[in-house]
């Protein structure tokens, strides 16, 4: 951000709520470096593309764009929601939201309750509208919140869709945190009823399993973002935060988004987002082979947007847009959808998660390859060996 680099300054005006959102800034920041700096396992390293040498097409004939919650999005990516309440946050969504201005990709923000119980960080949420008037941009709400503040939340950001957020784990790690999970059902369903905009309701990093994307079909949400495990670690953000070991006990709790993608295939009912641990273009091309129809990022361009400001997460998103029109290129995909057509290994873990959940993973490696259309035959494919 420049000359508005955040400098998580600890909140006075604002209370406890105003420093817990800086220090969301300040630990999912220093999780994303640690991880861009190691070698941790991923579950997208489980899975693995089947390479055909002679599948590939031109890039200049990929074409990127998804339709997505009433709007058609560049590209699939979309920068997910984060941030606002404070003076750090405001400078972080400056940043963001010039980020995507560029770039044209959608962009979230951080929860909205803060602003409608304390109009007075309201400006750490409108300047993103500020500096993106035109562009994709979603409200966020926790699933708790009372109707009308689904009117309320995209009125104040000028909101395209409105994030709704899924975060039980979060609740119960947190000191502050709710204890009161039972009544979500009906007051998600409220807020779905009051909201003038599209709803996308998502996790924060655990993980919607299929009876939960079921739930919320029935309440009838058609978007979902699946948010699951693998990247920025909000168990492990607020055991720090509590400064003990309070639920440390829980670390890997929730489903990682790969786990929950295989959960969701094939679904006509709901469209599927992914995040959660996204690192690479490679990583949110394995998402859009396994049916998500868009990729949020949040504690990868976190890192960026807060070490180099803006411009740096202009050139990285630019650069993440060419690589991933690049690799669909490799994978003989002119547009996203057809990435569900191209053969997929499953391995190790990811695997044995498969076996135990009921998901055909040898489907997913004999899929229709491109070179079906020239008569060869495939292990497993129609015309070849039966399984
Ligand atoms: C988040 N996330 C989040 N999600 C949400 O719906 N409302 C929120 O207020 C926040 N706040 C928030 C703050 C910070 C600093 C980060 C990094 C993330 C969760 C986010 O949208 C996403 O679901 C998870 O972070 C998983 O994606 P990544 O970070 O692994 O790419």
């Known amino acids: 951000m420049g000359s508005e680099r955040a400098e998580f300054a600890p909140a006075t005006a604002h209370g406890l709520r105003a420093e817990r959102k800086n220090d969301h800034l300040r630990l999912a920041h220093g999780q994303a470096t640690a991880r861009e700096a190691g070698a941790a396992r991923s579950d997208f390293d489980e899975l693995q593309f089947i390479h055909h040498a002679l599948g590939g097409i031109d890039s200049a004939d990929v074409e990127l764009s998804v339709e997505v919650a009433g709007a ?67 409200a966020n709400l926790g699933a708790d919140r009372p109707a009308a503040d689904a009117v309320r939340a995209v009125e104040l950001v000028g909101a395209d869709a409105l994030q709704i957020h899924l975060n039980a784990v979060q609740e119960i790690a947190m000191t502050e945190g709710s204890r009161e999970l039972g009544g979500w059902r009906d007051s998600l369903q409220a807020l779905i009823a009051a909201s003038p905009v599209p709803v996308i309701v998502k996790e924060v990093g655990f993980g919607l399993s299929r009876r939960t994307i079921d739930e919320l079909g029935a309440l009838g ?45 094939g679904r006509e009912d709901v469209t599927v987002l992914a995040s959660g641990g996204i690192r690479n273009p490679l990583d949110a091309v394995k998402c859009l082979a396994l049916g998500a129809r868009g990729v949020g990022i949040a504690g990868a361009f976190l890192r960026v947007a807060l070490d180099g400001g803006g411009p740096a997460l202009i050139d990285r998103i630019e650069a993440w847009q060419g ?65």
């Open 72 to 138: 058609r999005w560049p590209c699939p990516l979309f920068i997910n929601g984060m941030t606002g309440g404070t003076d750090a946050a405001r400078g972080v969504n400056r940043a963001l939201a010039a980020a995507a201005r560029e770039t044209g990709v959608p962009m979230g923000c951080g929860s909205v309750s803060i602003a409608l119980d304390d109009p007075r960080t309201a400006p750490s949420f409108t300047v993103i509208r500020e500096e993106n008037p035109e562009g994709i941009v979603f």
């Open 323 to 387: 690589q991933l029109r690049a690799l669909l290129a490799l994978l003989g995909a002119p547009d996203p959808a057809a990435l569900e057509e191209r053969d997929l290994l499953v391995r190790g873990r990811l695997l044995e998660y498969c076996g135990l959940r009921g998901i055909d993973a040898s489907a997913l490696a004999r899929r229709r390859p491109p070179a079906a259309s020239l008569g060869t035959q495939e292990p497993g494919s129609e015309s070849g060996e039966k399984t």
């Open 221 to 265: 949400v058609h978007t979902v973002d699946v948010s699951g495990r693998g990247g920025t670690d909000f168990l492990a953000i607020e055991n720090e935060r509590r400064g003990d070991d309070g639920f440390a006990m829980l670390a890997g709790f929730g489903q990682s988004t790969a786990e929950c993608l295989l959960e969701a295939a």
